[in-house]
C-alpha cells in the first residue's frame, strides 16, 4: 500500500490520491495529483516522508520543483485508472472547498504564529465577534495585530480537539496555550467562497459544580 502526507494538512495517508482523513482533501487536477505523487513513498523515503510530514504541520508550505513536477505528471500519464481519481475529486465539481477545510487552513495558520499569514483564509469583510466582552474586530489587519499584541509567555499553539462542518459554517473545539496559560476556545466560523468571512466565539471559563445537583451527577475526569 502507497503511503502518502495530504500536501495540505501534512497528515498520512494511504494512497497518494485518496482523501486525506484527517482534512478530506483529494487532489483535483494534474498539478494537485503530482504533488500528491511527489509527496508519497513512489519519491520519498518513510523518514523523508516523516520530515515531509512535520514541516507541512508547522505550517511551511513544500513546493515540488518543476523538474520534479514534470516526472510525476509524467508518471501519472502512465498510471491507469489516475483520471479516475480526478472524476471522483471533481463531481460533484466544487469551486471552492468545503467550510472544514477552510478552517482547518486557519488553524494550520494560526499554529504558524506568523498572524499575518491567516490574512489567507480571511474575506475582505471578515469580522470577529466575542459575544462574553461585546466586542468586534474588523478586518485581517487588525486580526493580525490583536494576535501578535497579545501578551504571551511564548510561541501560541491551538491543538483542534472537534471539528464539525456544513457546506459554509463549520464549529472548533481549541484549545490555546502559550505554554503557561491554557484556554479553551469555541469558535462559530462561516466561510463564503472559500473565505472566513464571519467568526463568532466563545472561551469557555470552568466553574464549580453546583450543590443542588450533586445526587444526580458524577465527576467528569
Ligand atoms: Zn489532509
Request: proline content about 7%; overall charge negative.
Given at each position: 500500500?502507497?503511503?502518502?502526507?495530504?500536501?495540505?494538512?501534512g497528515g498520512l495517508k494511504f494512497g497518494a490520491f485518496t482523501a486525506c482523513p484527517a482534512c478530506m482533501h483529494r487532489p483535483r487536477n494534474d498539478d494537485e495529483l503530482a504533488q500528491s505523487l511527489a509527496l508519497s513513498d513512489h519519491n520519498l523515503d518513510s523518514d523523508a516522508l516523516d520530515r515531509m510530514s512535520e514541516r507541512i504541520r508547522s505550517g511551511e508550505s513544500v513546493p515540488v520543483d518543476p523538474t520534479l513536477r514534470l516526472q510525476m505528471l509524467r508518471a501519472l500519464d502512465g498510471e491507469?485508472?489516475?483520471r479516475g481519481w480526478l472524476d471522483m475529486a471533481n463531481s460533484p465539481r466544487e469551486k471552492y472547498p468545503p467550510a472544514i477545510d477552510v478552517v482547518r487552513d486557519f488553524w494550520r495558520l494560526m499554529n504558524t504564529n506568523d498572524f499575518g499569514r491567516v490574512a489567507e483564509v480571511l474575506s475582505e469583510k471578515f469580522v470577529l465577534e466575542w459575544p462574553q466582552s461585546r466586542e468586534r474586530i474588523r478586518g485581517a489587519e487588525?486580526?493580525?495585530?490583536m494576535n501578535a499584541e497579545y501578551p504571551g509567555a511564548?510561541?501560541?499553539?491551538?491543538?483542534?480537539n472537534r471539528i464539525v462542518g456544513a457546506k459554509d459554517t463549520a464549529v472548533t473545539v481549541v484549545t490555546?496555550?502559550?505554554g503557561v496559560t491554557t484556554a479553551v476556545a469555541v469558535s462559530?466560523?462561516?466561510v463564503r467562497e472559500g473565505k472566513i468571512?464571519?467568526?463568532?466565539?466563545?472561551?469557555?471559563?470552568?466553574y464549580p459544580a453546583p450543590a443542588h445537583r450533586s445526587h444526580l451527577v458524577e465527576p467528569l475526569e
Amino acid at each position: 500500500m502507497t503511503m502518502a502526507v495530504c500536501f495540505r494538512c501534512g497528515g498520512l495517508k494511504f494512497g497518494a490520491f485518496t482523501a486525506c482523513p484527517a482534512c478530506m482533501h483529494r487532489p483535483r487536477n494534474d498539478d494537485e495529483l503530482a504533488q500528491s505523487l511527489a509527496l508519497s513513498d513512489h519519491n520519498l523515503d518513510s523518514d523523508a516522508l516523516d520530515r515531509m510530514s512535520e514541516r507541512i504541520r508547522s505550517g511551511e508550505s513544500v513546493p515540488v520543483d518543476p523538474t520534479l513536477r514534470l516526472q510525476m505528471l509524467r508518471a501519472l500519464d502512465g498510471e491507469p485508472g489516475v483520471r479516475g481519481w480526478l472524476d471522483m475529486a471533481n463531481s460533484p465539481r466544487e469551486k471552492y472547498p468545503p467550510a472544514i477545510d477552510v478552517v482547518r487552513d486557519f488553524w494550520r495558520l494560526m499554529n504558524t504564529n506568523d498572524f499575518g499569514r491567516v490574512a489567507e483564509v480571511l474575506s475582505e469583510k471578515f469580522v470577529l465577534e466575542w459575544p462574553q466582552s461585546r466586542e468586534r474586530i474588523r478586518g485581517a489587519e487588525r486580526f493580525a495585530r490583536m494576535n501578535a499584541e497579545y501578551p504571551g509567555a511564548g510561541p501560541w499553539s491551538f491543538t483542534i480537539n472537534r471539528i464539525v462542518g456544513a457546506k459554509d459554517t463549520a464549529v472548533t473545539v481549541v484549545t490555546v496555550t502559550d505554554g503557561v496559560t491554557t484556554a479553551v476556545a469555541v469558535s462559530f466560523f462561516i466561510v463564503r467562497e472559500g473565505k472566513i468571512t464571519k467568526l463568532i466565539e466563545y472561551w469557555p471559563e470552568p466553574y464549580p459544580a453546583p450543590a443542588h445537583r450533586s445526587h444526580l451527577v458524577e465527576p467528569l475526569e
